[in-house]
Structure formats: C-alpha cells, structure tokens
C-alpha cells in the first residue's frame, strides 16, 4: 500500500503488517515528537512516483467536467467516456 504521509500512524502500519501488507508510506516528521528508536521506516521511491503520477492522471481527466459527475450503467459505456477523456487531455498536452 503506497499512502500519503499523512498516513504515517502507528494504528495503520500495525494492521498492514497484522494483514500482510507492506506499507510504503514516508515519515511524517510533523508526527514525531521526539525521535523513532528501532529500525528506520524503508520508502520505495520509485513506487510512490508511480502514485502521483497516477494521481496526476487522474486529476487530468477529472478537468473534464463531463466525465467527473457522470455515472453510467454499464461498465463499458463509463469506460468509452474515461477514454474519450483521455484522447481529449493528450490532445490538449501534445498539441
């Protein structure tokens, strides 16, 4: 699971770790009163560019006003809409 450090808590590394999921989630140093003992908090960082770049993906495709709002029944059709989307934002970067 790659989060936000915002996430940095102590409740949600322990239920990834009691799940067998491995966290990805830097320190949030606004967290720490004083400093962590123990082995150091490891971040993959070439995994957590991939999030914000699927982030950013995201929030390109959101701009469309007309594909953020919309609910369509079959999965097909929503998915006709994101790829319009997507023509039109490349579209908009490229050319």
Do not use: W
């Not at 989060?3 to 320190?27: L, M």
């Not at 720490?32 to 957590?48: A, F, H, M, S």
Request: with cysteine; hydrophobic share 30%; net charge positive.
């Amino acid at each position: 699971m790659t989060a936000d450090a915002i996430y940095d808590t102590d409740k949600i590394r322990k239920y990834n770790r009691r799940e067998g999921i491995k966290s990805n989630i830097p320190v949030n140093k606004r967290n720490q009163k004083k400093k962590k003992r123990g082995r150091p908090i490891k971040v993959d960082q070439e995994e957590y560019k991939k999030k914000s770049e699927i982030e950013r993906f995201f929030s390109g495709i959101k701009s469309c006003k007309k594909v953020f709002p919309r609910y369509e029944i079959k999965e097909a059709s929503y998915l006709g809409v994101i790829i319009l989307a997507v023509i039109i934002r490349l579209h908009e970067v490229l050319g």
